[in-house]
């Protein structure tokens, strides 16, 4: 305590109440109170503070930051290599504001455009664009090249992406190829092309439900080739076969739009006439028997004479795909017994 009554401290940082370096002046409080503040600076070397809230400690200006500094260094401490250490971390927050903007640029014209302004920026030494005024070029540099390299593994990581999502786009297809073709060994007749047995059934189950729904009639008409075998022995198979595929075709082009043709076995076929009456379904069959009968069958094979019979059979209330088919069968054998075939 001196004469005043006020007694002598030593500076928050550690310097001694004697050799304070700070403002050349031991630092001072009343009996009683607490020192508040340190010789030190608070943040930098322009910006100390002191107990009285002046200047660093007692002193301002110039010699008051060289103060600071040489307190700095009484304590082994550079003050250049703080000052770098401020402006590196000023650097690593510029690169990283420059890496989030990069995420954003995530498209191959995006990583184009941004190598080529880093390449511009570095031949026009616009290094200010990324970096503040004052840093040194090989700074400059260096995160220009980071940033150009990240743009060229984005550009990379886009063109494995889009190579990956051909090939998947690739498989897809091929599947859907394959479904399609698996589809058609299951609903359609190899030889004729024709929906075959399995789709016929599917189809006419149908036309029943539709009826037992709404009332829209339904009818269908079995279609036998007459003396097939005798076709085929006279003339070979293969001739029997592309008198099946002519047939096919006949009836397909010929049959309404509501209709289907389908291959039933061997040389039998069935057409299901769509919300048709017995009346309707007749009308319907007798253009495809025009046809049938209009066709020069010696374009197949000189000599050759090709007759069908058919026998229609509307849906009864009851009626299931068994009966109904069986009637329309039954009505195609009356027809041949009657022997008026289609020429």
């Known amino acids: 305590m001196n004469s005043t009554g006020m007694k002598r401290v030593s500076c928050l940082n550690g310097c001694h109440p004697t050799s304070c370096m700070v403002g050349k002046a031991p630092a001072t409080q009343s009996q009683g109170e607490p020192a508040t503040e340190p010789c030190m600076p608070a943040n930098d070397f322009g910006a100390s503070h002191s107990a009285n809230g002046g200047g660093s400690c007692g002193n301002g200006g110039r010699d008051g930051i ?94 494995a992406a889009l190579l990956e999502l051909t090939r998947l786009e690739a498989k897809v297809k091929a599947m859907l190829e394959e479904r399609v073709h698996l589809e058609r060994l299951a609903f359609e007749d190899i030889l004729t092309g024709l929906p075959n047995r399995r789709r016929l059934e599917r189809t006419v189950l149908g036309g029943l439900a539709e009826m037992s729904s709404s009332g829209a009639p339904v009818s269908v008409a079995f279609v036998d080739v007459d003396r097939f075998k005798q076709i085929n022995d006279t003339f070979s198979h293969a001739v029997g076969d592309r008198v099946l595929v002519a047939i096919a075709g006949l009836l397909s082009r010929h049959i309404r739009a509501v209709d289907t043709a389908c291959r039933w076995a061997g040389d039998e076929f069935v057409i299901i006439f769509g919300r048709a009456d017995r009346r309707v379904a007749q009308r319907a069959w007798a253009r495809v028997a025009r046809a049938i009968a209009d066709f020069d069958w010696s374009d197949i094979a000189p000599g050759l004479s090709v007759t069908v019979s058919a026998g229609i059979a509307t849906a009864r209330t009851g009626d299931d795909l068994s009966t109904l088919l069986t009637r329309s069968d039954g009505a195609m054998y009356a027809a041949k017994r009657r022997g008026v075939p289609v020429r």
Do not use: C
């Open 66 to 159: 060289e103060s600071v500094a040489n307190s700095y260094r009484g304590i082994g401490i550079d003050p250049a290599e703080i000052e770098n250490r401020r402006h590196q971390a000023h650097l690593t927050d510029q690169h990283s504001l420059a890496q989030a903007m990069l995420d954003l640029a995530w498209s191959a014209q995006q990583a184009k455009e941004l190598r080529a302004a880093a390449a511009a920026a570095r031949h026009a030494d616009r290094l200010d664009v990324i970096l503040p005024d004052g840093a040194q070029e090989r700074d400059a540099l260096s995160v220009l090249e980071s940033l150009s390299g990240f743009a060229a593994v984005s550009e990379l990581t886009i063109k």
